[in-house]
């Protein structure tokens, strides 16, 4: 009788340890989800701000060469020049698209959701 119920006991002591663990193992979850999500955000904010940044600095850089190319060639010349530089860039942008976007997007999507 004695070790029935010390084996009740035991047992009460468990279910009580096990339903502890498996609360802290939801939250553990919870705030694991709740990491990799800001460091998803994170890492857009600091992407979407760098490409603007980046327009910035290419606008102006483009505007002063069409200025300065203009004295060479012609106001109308110079920005048809620039206009060819920028689609020039835009079909090397489309044949290497998987290697300049896809590939570094998936390692690093991978990377935060299986460490």
Do not use: H, W
């Amino acid at each position: 009788m004695i070790a029935t119920d010390k084996n009740i006991e035991t047992i009460s002591q468990l279910v009580e340890a096990l339903g502890r663990y498996l609360s802290l193992e939801k939250d553990y979850i919870k705030l694991d989800a709740i990491s990799k999500i800001v460091t998803l955000l994170k890492g857009i904010a600091i992407l979407f701000v760098g490409i603007l940044i980046g327009l910035f600095v290419i606008l102006f850089l483009s505007a002063a060469l069409a200025y300065f190319l203009s004295e060479y060639v012609g106001t109308e010349a110079a920005f048809c020049i620039m206009a060819a530089i920028y689609f020039v860039v835009f079909l090397l942008f489309i044949i290497f698209r998987r290697t300049l976007i896809e590939k570094p997007l998936v390692s690093f999507l991978t990377s935060l959701l299986l460490e």
